[in-house]
């Protein structure tokens, strides 16, 4: 379930509200641009950040997902899972930095969307990521759909 953020730096965009995982490492947001273009974004905060100072990679990786399934969210049509997910590391964020993603649906099949996604500082490029993704049936703990 998606849901907007009211107040803050991300009021009017959206996020999930049901993975506390995101909220923790969040807060994550997307939108949909006027172009149609989905937007997403976080900022790096301190305890994001690894012994180096900058991003860790888990949480670059975490973002990244998000990203992905904001990406990939109409072709899905509901729920889905990763697959496989490939990401190549391109440079550092910083805490107080604001890391975009910006990505596109390469194909999307019966039960497959495949999605190609560019975290981002500006116009300085920190990770790339391509992922599947499969549309599942949503269950509940015991097994009912």
Known sequence: MMSAYTDGEFAGWHGWDNDPFEHVNGPFAFRTREDGEVECAVRVREDHCNG?????????????????????????????????????????????????????????????????????????????????????RRETADGQA
């Open 52 to 136: 180096h100072g900058a991003a860790h990679g888990g949480f670059l990786m975490t973002f990244a997902d998000f990203c992905l399934f904001a990406v990939g969210r109409e072709a899905l049509g509901g729920a889905g899972v990763t697959v496989s997910c490939t990401s190549q590391f391109l440079g550092p964020a910083w805490p107080g930095e604001l890391l975009n993603g910006h990505g596109r649906i390469t194909r999307a099949g019966g039960k497959l969307v495949f999605v190609e996604l560019m975290l981002s500082v500006g116009e300085r490029p920190v990770l790339s990521a391509s992922a599947i993704i499969r549309r599942v």
